[in-house]
């Protein structure tokens, strides 16, 4: 098991993506610490199931969107761990709204969360790796709006444009420290968010402009 003896951060681990990179990182012989905003329950869950495979997990909530809940997770993350191995930063907001629909409250809730979340979990992330001179791995999960624009997802896309960005600064600040710095950006997959999102027409788009003509799997990003 590639993942034996370390221990991994995942933000947004109580559903979705995130729920699955936890069970597979689980299953690989990692130790988590699951990260959710409002559903406690589904972080529960997630943790259960990973205890049920042998792995350790804890649960802490933290809103990425709010530093100083951002750093108490980081706080209550290290008394009950030595030291980190992965960060995962999975956790983002859609902000799925027209353009001229986009208020300022929206734009700054999907901003603070998917890019101030982001470098504040990493730069955490970092000094715990830099304390215990762990040639750790951050993961920044984006995503191909960074690429390709996307009508309804204005803040969402320029998020994960400054995210591809950050994934590259991030990787040339840190590289001193072995600290690998990485992005994955998939395109659409069936996740429940998807699902109550995408119209028939939307998804016929998508099939249309996949070559596997379907969505990805949750599972198959792990």
Excluded at 12 to 26: D, F
Excluded at 56 to 62: F, L, S
Excluded at 80 to 101: S, Y
Excluded at 123 to 145: D, F, H, P
Aim: glycine content about 8%; some cysteine.
């Amino acid at each position: 098991m590639r993942l034996t003896g370390k221990t991994v951060l995942i933000t947004g681990a109580s559903k979705g993506i995130g729920r699955a990179l936890a069970l597979g990182c689980a299953r690989e012989g990692a130790d988590l610490i699951l990260n959710y905003n409002s559903d406690r329950a589904g972080a529960l869950a997630a943790a259960a199931e990973i205890q049920a495979l042998g792995r350790r997990a804890i649960v802490v909530r933290a809103d990425l969107a709010r530093v100083p809940q951002i750093e108490r997770m980081f706080a209550q993350a290290r008394k009950q761990f030595k030291r980190l191995d992965v960060l995962i930063n999975n956790a983002g907001l859609t902000g799925w709204a027209g353009f001229f629909d986009t208020t300022e409250a929206k734009w700054d809730t999907v901003l603070d969360t998917n890019l101030k979340g982001t470098f504040f979990c990493s730069l955490a992330a970092a000094r715990w790796m830099r304390e215990t001179k762990t040639a750790g791995s951050i993961v920044n999960v984006s995503t191909q709006c960074a690429q390709l624009a996307v009508q309804n997802l204005v803040a969402y896309g320029t998020s994960k444009a400054a995210l591809a960005h950050l994934t590259k600064q991030q990787a040339a600040e840190l590289a001193s420290l072995n600290i690998r710095v990485n992005s994955v950006a998939p395109g659409p997959v069936d996740t429940a968010m998807a699902k109550a999102v995408h119209s028939p027409e939307i998804r016929a788009d998508y099939h249309d402009a996949i070559p596997l003509n379907r969505y990805g799997l949750e599972e198959e990003l792990a």
